[in-house]
């Protein structure tokens, strides 16, 4: 089972020499290697399909591009995400990021005091914009195939929940992917408890195995699921394209809040993201990017197991995490300090915790090339080794 959320500030990488004993050439000894950001390298970003996307998107679209939209978003990419979920157009919003779109979400939603589900481990920016919104977080612990819809359904029988928030694929942090038979159960309940069921899916295209299953949004015929995704994910972090897929009252009300908040979205951005969208290229990007990640959580885990045997973790399907836990006399938060001193980082375990999680960590792949992933796990491995040492002195 994986542990059972908090949030500080990720550390600045900083520049050391190399170990003595590393095998390594010294460009990639001496740089600081960090799992820690949920970003990909600048080397799998598409950058040319982006540049002659938006080529395309100033001579074709620039009209709409250079101006202001609705708080709804680009109608064009509207329609291409409306498509592609089999939802009627009015049932989606596109915004700078899903995190903003989750935030205008909980500012609508949750008042005060109103009672959340979050999951055990959960997204740390979650948490904060939950916490800020002056919810009260109910964990519920994460499970190698998702959520313990027992402990959801437990703490519907204490109070009225009014919100969940589930990431169903790849999970952040935690690397697993909610099993067919408990995304159902969690539509059931939400349609019987009356609560709004917050899926939130940025990561759904990014699989290594195949194909993510059926959605929530997909089993819902009582109107209870919220969808989220996003472009950063499949294009870039840098575009800021997030969208929003739900019952078209809530799209309304939203899309009025974002026009009376921020005008609108970035039209630029989204225009050129509509662009890539319809001739196809997001589609071959996708496949690029996905075999540069597995082949990096193919490195990641077969480091793991050789250098760090007594790590367990879930393997990954798709996504850029993985999640570790190790044995308890390790304190993760003591253990990022020495692995800095071996110049690698992480996140240590409490970040995404209401409670607990110290001794877990999280490591994302995406932003490290394969060929470096070996060092960087040796250093977490001399990192341990160096904190037990000291702990026992």
């Known amino acids: 089972m994986l542990p059972t959320p908090r ?26 290697i960090s799992f820690a950001r949920g970003a990909p390298s600048a080397d799998i970003l598409p950058a040319e399909s982006v540049r002659e996307a938006a080529a395309r998107t100033l001579e ?51 008042e005060a005091g109103e ?3 979050v999951e055990q481990p959960s997204y740390d920016r979650t948490l904060l914009l939950l916490g800020r919104a002056g919810a009260e977080l109910v964990g519920a612990p994460l499970e190698s195939d998702g959520v313990d819809v027992n402990a959801a359904e437990a703490a519907c029988e204490d109070a009225p929940l009014k919100l969940a928030h589930i990431i169903p694929n790849f999970h952040n942090p935690a690397g697993c992917t909610l099993s067919a038979d408990k995304r159902r159960r969690l539509v059931e309940l939400a349609s019987e408890r009356g609560f709004t069921l917050f899926e939130d899916d940025p990561y ?15 089993m819902d015929g009582a109107g209870r699921v919220v969808h989220a995704s996003s472009f950063s994910k499949t294009v870039a972090p840098g575009i800021r394209v997030g969208y929003l897929v739900g019952p078209a009252e809530t799209i309304a ?5 974002a026009g009376e908040t921020y005008i609108s979205p970035n039209m630029l951005a989204e225009s050129i993201v509509w662009e890539l969208c319809s001739s196809g290229e997001l589609e071959r990007n996708v496949k690029t990017v996905n075999a540069a990640l597995r082949e990096r959580r193919d490195a990641l885990v077969g480091a793991l197991r050789e250098k760090i045997p007594e790590a367990e973790f879930v393997e990954p399907e798709g996504g850029y995490f993985l999640w570790l836990d190790l044995a308890e006399d390790v304190d993760t938060p003591a253990l990022l300090e020495a692995a800095k001193d071996e110049g690698v980082t992480f996140v240590a375990g409490p970040d995404f915790m209401l409670e607990g999680g110290g001794h877990s960590l999280r490591l994302s792949f995406a932003p490290v090339p394969a060929e ?9 491995a001399r990192a341990l080794e160096r904190s037990r040492s000291a702990a026992a002195a």
């Open 115 to 117: 009672r959340v589900l």
């Open 253 to 257: 009300t939203l899309a009025k809040r």
């Open 7 to 32: 949030g500080r500030p990720q550390p600045r990488a900083s520049r050391l020499a190399p170990h003595p004993c590393s095998k390594y050439p010294r460009s990639i000894a001496a740089e600081t």
């Open 60 to 110: 074709s679209d620039w009209a709409r591009a250079l101006s202001y939209g609705t708080g709804r978003g680009h109608p064009g990419l509207c329609e291409w995400i409306a498509d592609h979920h089999g939802v009627e157009p009015d049932q989606v919003m596109v915004s700078n990021g899903s995190m903003e779109i989750a935030a205008l979400l909980f500012r609508h939603t949750v």
């Open 372 to 380: 470096q992933i070996p060092e960087g796990v040796d250093r977490i």
């Open 204 to 218: 759904r295209l990014i699989a290594f195995e195949e194909p993510a299953g059926e959605t929530m949004l997909e």
